[in-house]
């Protein structure tokens, strides 16, 4: 029974250091997507928006890429 006066108290503390540990590496970015940009690039997207050909109204007008301006 003495050993669990001992143990319990214990066990608090590291939980709180496992939370806090765990509440650091959120904050500092430990868990970001490392890999989700560079697959990101490889997707191609050729589709414009709606809206983007809806702003030149002009008749006859040449389609422009909008996405380099």
């Known amino acids: 029974m003495e050993t669990l006066y001992l143990l ?3 066990s608090v503390v590291l ?5 806090l540990a765990f509440w650091w590496s959120l ?3 430990q ?9 990101r690039i490889l997707m191609d997207d ?3 928006s ?3 050909n809806a702003s ?3 008749p006859g007008a040449p389609p422009t890429d909008r996405r380099d301006s």
């Open 56 to 58: 030149d109204d002009r």
């Open 31 to 39: 868990f970001d997507d490392m890999e989700g940009p560079a697959y």
């Open 46 to 48: 050729d589709r414009s």
């Open 8 to 10: 319990i108290p214990i």
């Open 15 to 19: 939980v709180f250091l496992i939370a």
């Open 27 to 29: 904050r500092s970015g």
């Open 50 to 52: 709606p809206a983007a």
